[in-house]
């Protein structure tokens, strides 16, 4: 046993809708565990769903109320201890990223334990998770690369899982199809940009990459920060198309593909009518790939089953990466092939965590970074000037003043430099 005895602030959920900030001890670690400090976390539409669903939620454990677990499971940290049988296999002081989801367990950081979860400033990595090595080392010269790799690892996964089939092979031919057609509806959100970057960036390309929104406003900010006429660079036309100017989306979609359809259409929104669309685009041995994850435990969608036995189109989805994906991501964005900064839109402190969390749909933007050993209230990269001016004269003020500066260098995006000057000047989590 490594006696731990470390005090730590974590967000822990008590029962639907119940999130507290709560300070307390953790206690000694097992042979088999690492005490970890954690530094950053960005949230996930998925933390919103288990805190308001408590119990009811799969991943929750029925005795969440006796028994709180700590929310947060897009994190990234140092080892700070090191338990007896894993010598060896880690260093203190060695950053990492954890992947949440294990082998043949449903349970999952930042939903089933009780020790350790993003929205923390310390935890204990159980033994489970060293046993299925999804702790991986990380180093980036930025937390927050760490912590989106768990949000990249599942766009990376959801383009693994889609599959193709050849006529009198029984085969399935897994990942996208390489040189065709390919639409991600409702794409233009923060997730959905990461899918482009990462399919504009990998070895596994389409010739054509449709991204519809309903918001203009959105279409545009992908268009600037994923151009088109980088990715024609790559040997991908790159269109975004704002399927409510009019006209009918299936209709435009169609005129999109030159009326060939779609070898693979991501669904990014749980909503009917844009499954649907996905549906009526199919090309022949189309995948439709359903990437959100739907509240409604009910949610269903008409599907032309004349296609599926005429046509062989077919459906795939995913809930998340695997490790090898998260292994991806980090190497891509190591590499520079990917930027993880495209997710950020807001960031704040620990203290920010539980509102955030829980008006997380009403929020819009991207993703919201948390950094667990600071005071910030959440706020957008967009509005840091607007912070400067509002708190002109205060520490706070100048804080978000020389953020801003910092973040108009890098066109409007977190950035590495933007992470130093924020962990090295916010004022500490009380």
């Not at 990715?231 to 006209?247: D, P």
């Not at 996905?278 to 739907?294: E, K, S």
């Not at 189109?313 to 930027?339: K, P, Y």
């Amino acid at each position: 046993m490594v006696t731990a005895m470390t005090r730590t602030k974590a967000l822990r959920l008590h029962g639907a809708g119940d999130l507290r900030l709560d300070d307390f001890d953790l206690p000694d670690i097992a042979e088999d565990e690492l005490l970890v400090r954690i530094v950053s976390d960005s949230l996930c539409m998925s933390s919103y769903k288990s805190s308001s669903q408590g119990a009811a939620h799969k991943r929750v454990p029925d005795d969440v109320a006796e028994n709180p677990t700590i929310i947060g499971h897009e994190f990234c940290g140092e080892i700070v201890e090191i338990g007896a049988s894993l010598k060896g296999r880690y260093e203190r002081g060695q950053r990492f990223v954890l992947q949440p989801a294990m082998r043949g367990r449903y349970e999952a950081a930042g939903y089933s334990f009780p020790y350790i979860g993003g929205d923390a400033q310390y935890g204990i990595v159980p033994g489970c998770y060293t046993e299925q090595d999804c702790v991986l080392p990380y180093g980036g010269d930025a937390w927050f690369f760490g912590s989106v790799a768990e949000p990249i690892s599942c766009v990376i996964g959801a383009a693994h899982a889609s599959y193709h089939t050849v006529v009198g092979d029984y085969t399935h031919r897994m990942g996208i199809k390489e040189g065709g057609r390919m639409a991600i509806l409702a794409g233009a959100g923060p997730m959905g940009l990461a899918l482009v970057d990462y399919i504009v960036h990998c070895d596994r390309r389409p010739a054509l990459l449709v991204v519809t929104d309903i918001d203009a406003a959105r279409l545009a900010r992908a268009a600037e920060l994923l151009a088109p006429s980088g990715a024609a660079e790559r040997g991908v036309e790159l269109v975004y198309l704002n399927t409510a100017a009019g006209g009918g989306p299936v209709e435009a979609l169609r005129a999109a593909s030159g009326g060939a359809g779609y070898d693979d259409v991501f669904v990014f929104a749980p909503v009917s009518a844009v499954v649907e669309q996905a549906d009526a685009v199919l090309a022949q041995d189309g995948c439709l790939n359903f990437f959100a994850g739907p509240s409604d435990a009910g949610f269903s969608a008409k599907f032309n089953f004349y296609n599926v036995h005429y046509n062989a189109t077919h459906v795939a989805g995913t809930s998340g990466g695997n490790t090898d994906d998260m292994r991806e991501a980090l190497a891509l964005a190591g590499e520079g092939r990917i930027n993880p900064a495209l997710l950020i839109t807001h960031v704040g402190g620990l203290d920010a965590a539980r509102a955030a969390t829980l008006r997380l749909p009403e929020i819009p933007g991207g993703k919201k970074l948390i950094y667990t050993h600071i005071s910030l209230p959440l706020t957008a990269i967009a509005d840091f000037g607007r912070a400067g001016e509002d708190g002109a004269g205060t520490p706070a003020g100048r804080l978000f003043a020389e953020l801003g500066e910092i973040t108009a260098r890098s066109g409007g995006l977190w950035s590495p430099e933007a992470e130093r000057h924020l962990l090295a000047n916010a004022r500490p989590l009380a």
